[in-house]
């Protein structure tokens, strides 16, 4: 009995989960339709020119967890600054590819898996391969079969999604979660997500260029002070 009174108060850990990929893949577009899913994608959305995140309650068969969504930059110039700090304890990421450019598929073995082994423990990571745009069946570049491949290889699991439609948009987030929520769990980490963080439901850092170390050293790490893990 008391055991059930402490499992229900207990605050759902938290996870930081990162959005890998391209300029243009859909990450930020993803990330609203997930937040505010009755509001229709804006067409007119700028490139993400830093870091910003939404904290979003999500279920899994264990249980509500809260997941910590960082929506990176895809541009190179943003992204190679801040990959240290995208990395930082984050426990899942999402790899977005946009499934009418092949191009923004190739980049994932290219140079997001490459960033992902650079900076991050890739085997304590947990991984799902988003192909996003599947609205746009029309304008296709890379098949199913292509992209099933590539997560044999990386041992991932693949779904597609369309920010614009909405479809398997709530799936993708709640299967990547449920996988690190279970990582955790298997670990006997299952009340530790991050700590630090309650009170923070949004947030973020910009950069412009002038922020920009050509060295690429972290300027964000240094001036962030938006995240306390
Ligand atoms: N048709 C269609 N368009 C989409 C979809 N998702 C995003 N878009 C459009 O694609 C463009 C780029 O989307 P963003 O969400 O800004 O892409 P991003 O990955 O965040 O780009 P960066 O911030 O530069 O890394 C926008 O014009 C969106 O409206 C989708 O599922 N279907
Ligand atoms: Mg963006």
Redesign the pocket.
Known sequence: MSNRATSTTSKPPLYKIV?LGD?GV????LVARLTNPDRPLNHD????MGI?FDTQMLDTPHGKVKAQIW????QERFARVLLPTYFRKAKGVILVYDVTNAKSFESLGERWMTQLNDHANSEDLAKLLVGNKCDLEGSREVTKEKAEMFCAEFGMEHLETSAKSGENVLKAFERLITIVHEKSLTAGRGKAGIKGMDGAASGGLKLDEGNVRADGASVAAENSGACGC
């Open positions: 959005m300029s859909g990450k930020t577009s959305i700028s490139a993400t910003e929506d990176t930059a895809g």
